[in-house]
């Protein structure tokens, strides 16, 4: 078994992407990223720690609830749950952040990086929240 372990030993076996899928990398939302964002029910939230330790947090509501600020800024709701709050702790410590938006069986999912912020401000959780299901703090994700 050969090791992986070079960007020119992994491109001989994977081989070069194609260029309609690098054409989809972008640095902002564009109309089919936003639509996915608004129409997606589900994602992972991953963070990295100060440390360098991984995170990953799943993250879901009704279509919608990550909101879409801009083009490049979105709002994710922190819902009620077991507290452990390693994601918002790695946030705070590093602000690192990767998301992946999933819709089962449809095979397609939307990739997201960038930094986050934690936000306690009650204008944000009043939009994020719903009556059922409160938004404790607001997720600011540039």
């Known amino acids: 078994m ?3 372990d070079s960007l020119e030993s992994l491109r001989a076996v994977l081989g070069q992407p194609r260029e309609a899928t690098k054409a989809k990398v972008l640095d902002r939302l564009d109309d089919q990223a936003s639509d996915f964002v608004r129409t997606s029910a589900f994602c992972v939230l991953s963070t990295v720690s100060a440390d360098g330790t991984v995170e990953a947090s799943p993250k879901g509501d009704e279509p919608g609830f990550v909101r879409i600020e801009d083009e490049r800024t979105l709002l994710m709701p922190e819902r009620p749950g077991n507290n452990l709050a390693f994601g918002l702790q790695n946030i705070i410590a590093t ?33 994020l929240g719903t009556p059922e299901r409160p938004a404790l703090l607001a997720i600011r994700i540039h």
């Open 95 to 127: 602000g690192k952040v990767g998301l992946i938006f999933l819709k089962p069986r449809t095979g397609e999912t939307l990739r997201i990086g960038g930094r986050a912020e934690i936000f306690d401000d009650a204008a944000l959780r009043e939009k």
């Open 2 to 4: 050969a090791k992986v």
